[in-house]
């Protein structure tokens, strides 16, 4: 069974950083690409930064380039989100995606807020 989970979701004050941290298990064969969504209130869901499991091929969302970083560890088994010179509007609940040969799996979410 395939399993997401997010953590590192914090208040933090405008200019601040954070890592979000998404623990991957449960594939059976290649995870293709890995990915973080946010949902802000009232918002839709939408696409922050991903990358193929190779590690190549990483694209942002042009409000977050060169603020935050997509990487894995592990063999892909953690995937993380390193968020720099955070803003307000970065407030969101941030969602870990991997998609592989059983289709997209989703975690819980971890709420991020920025905020003075």
């Known amino acids: 069974q395939v399993q997401l989970v997010e953590s590192g979701g914090a208040s933090v004050q405008p200019g601040g950083s954070l890592r979000l941290s998404c623990a991957v298990s449960?594939?059976?064969?290649?995870?293709?690409?890995l990915s973080w969504h946010r949902q802000a209130p009232g918002k839709e869901r939408e696409l922050v930064a991903s990358m193929a499991a190779n590690g190549a091929n990483r694209n942002y969302a042009n409000s977050v380039k060169g603020r935050f970083t997509i990487s894995s560890t592990n063999g892909n088994t953690l995937l993380l989100l390193l968020m720099n010179s955070l803003r307000p509007e970065d407030t969101a609940v941030y969602y870990c995606?991997?998609?592989?040969?059983?289709?997209?799996?989703w975690g819980q979410g971890t709420q991020v807020t920025v905020s003075s």
């Open positions: 995606q991997a998609f592989g040969p059983s289709g997209h799996s």
């Open positions: 449960g594939f059976t064969g290649n995870i293709y690409t």
